[in-house]
């Protein structure tokens, strides 16, 4: 009998811990299931929220596209405007810019006219003072100043025209002087150019110092002036160290040989 309890007391004590751990077990699982459903609850409303977000969003995102819609449609309509209006500038610009073509036109041919008529005057009036003998009055003189200050630097201290000198009984005359700071220009005139008129004035200003002493230390340069020169004449008068003064064109009197002249 004692051995029978023994086991029966062994037996309950098994059965009391199988008891106890089966209770712990269990409370285990109703902890674990409990943070479960927690979870799933968590979950849920998590869920819950995402959606809802997510429906704020697309809501929101469909406002957006439906009102950047709405500003594409209307930038499209300013685009059209703005390209009919480019359309009407392009086609005022080419009307405008046929108007100034045939404004241009006009002008040039205005231009034409007057400087043919200028040459035609200017022609007329070398004949006329060819004639009268008044080239050294009419047209050379009024054209000396602005050339050699051109050409020469020259502001202009004396200028005299038709000029005598006597000395031992020998005349030595000049159609023109003029005299600046650093040189005397003599300056010689013809009507009708010719080559040996070149030499003629050459050696004519080998005297000029003796006839005008006063002028003696500056340099002394040779103009030969006319209506209009032969081109042997020029390349003569180059060759010899005498500018040639005369219409250039028939629009204005210049140096027709300035960087030719040899010195």
Known sequence: MPEVEE????????????????????????????????????????????????????????????????????????????KDEMSAFKDEMSAFKDEMSIFKDKVDKFIERQEEENRRKNREWSNLAKKMGTIVEDLIAPALRPVLSKYFNCEVSMEGQRILRRKQ????????????????????????????????????SKKFFEFFPEYKGKELIVIFGSITFPENVINHASRNGIYVLAWREWEYMDILNFNDVKR
């Open 169 to 204: 009984g020998e005349s030595f005359e000049i159609d023109a002087i003029v005299v600046c700071e650093e040189k005397v220009f003599m300056v010689e005139a013809r009507s009708t150019p010719r080559f040996d008129d070149v030499i003629e004035i050459k050696e004519k």
């Open 7 to 82: 086991r029966v007391s062994k037996l309950e004590e098994t059965l009391e811990r199988f008891i106890v751990n089966v209770e712990n077990s269990h409370l285990r699982i109703e902890a674990e299931l409990k943070k479960l459903h927690e979870e799933i609850e968590e979950f849920k409303n998590a869920t819950l929220r995402f959606q809802v977000e997510s429906e704020k969003d697309r809501k929101a995102l469909h406002e957006e596209m439906a009102a950047f819609k709405d500003e594409m449609a209307i930038f499209k309509n300013e685009m059209s405007a703005f």
